[in-house]
T-cell receptor, first 114, second 117 residues
């Protein structure tokens, strides 16, 4: 089983729709979580961090469920410009004397149609 | 502020040649990562450094790949000899650890598009 798993998609939704996707992780020592966005032929860019209490940034909402070990990303009122691949990132803090372990999911492709 | 700087942006070379990719992380970041991305395999972590020391190189595909970080502001990823299957986009990223709960987000360079003929 992969340490971080995402539905690869593609998710194809109409403009204005709400879309959500999850990312599951297997290591309970995972401490910090992020969503990245990657456009075609570009580098991944940080979209938002995911906080324990959940957080919102405009049309984007991120949630963390530690009990079930997944994070989610919800996009409301989707725009054509939201079309991209969304990568989840899990950071496993291995201890103060050790370096952290960072794992990227394989990404979920999202396509917004007019 | 300057972000992560990678060079070259594009490289086309014949198989068997040595390829050297370069990366300058963001000043003050103590983690540096090398990734490879292809359509088939997605984004793969090759190796990462913490305070210039290689921590995990389990993603390095084989002995033809090597990475160094001689100082906090420079790293190289070398492929010798190169093969067509090494064609990919190679990203370098950097971040810092706040030592409280883990690593801060990674910042990526623009990548090097490598084509081995």
């Amino acid at each position: 089983r992969k340490e971080v798993e995402q539905d690869p998609g593609p998710f194809n939704v109409p403009e204005g729709a709400t879309v959500a996707f999850n990312c599951t992780y297997s290591n309970s020592a995972s401490q910090s979580f992020f969503w990245y966005r990657q456009d075609c032929r570009k580098e991944p860019k940080l979209l938002m961090s995911v906080y324990s209490s959940g957080n919102e940034d405009g049309r984007f909402t991120a949630q963390l469920n530690r009990a079930s070990q997944y994070i989610s990303l919800l996009i409301r009122d989707s725009k054509l410009s939201d079309s991209a691949t969304y990568l989840c990132v899990v950071n496993i803090f291995t201890g103060y004397s050790s370096a952290s372990k960072i794992i990227f999911g394989s990404g979920t492709r999202l396509s917004i149609r007019p | 502020d300057a972000g992560v700087i990678q060079s070259p942006r594009h490289e086309v070379t014949e198989m068997g040649q040595e390829v050297t990719l370069r990366c300058k992380p963001i000043s003050g970041h103590d983690y540096l990562f090398w990734y490879r991305q292809t359509m088939m395999r997605g984004l793969e972590l090759l190796i990462y450094f913490n305070n210039n020391v290689p921590i995990d190189d389990s993603g390095m595909p084989e002995d033809r790949f090597s990475a160094k970080m001689p100082n906090a502001s420079f790293s190289t990823l070398k492929i010798q000899p190169s093969e067509p299957r090494d064609s990919a986009v190679y990203f370098c990223a950097s971040s810092f650890d706040d030592l409280r709960g883990g690593n801060q987000p990674q910042h990526f360079g623009d990548g090097t598009r490598l084509s081995i003929l």
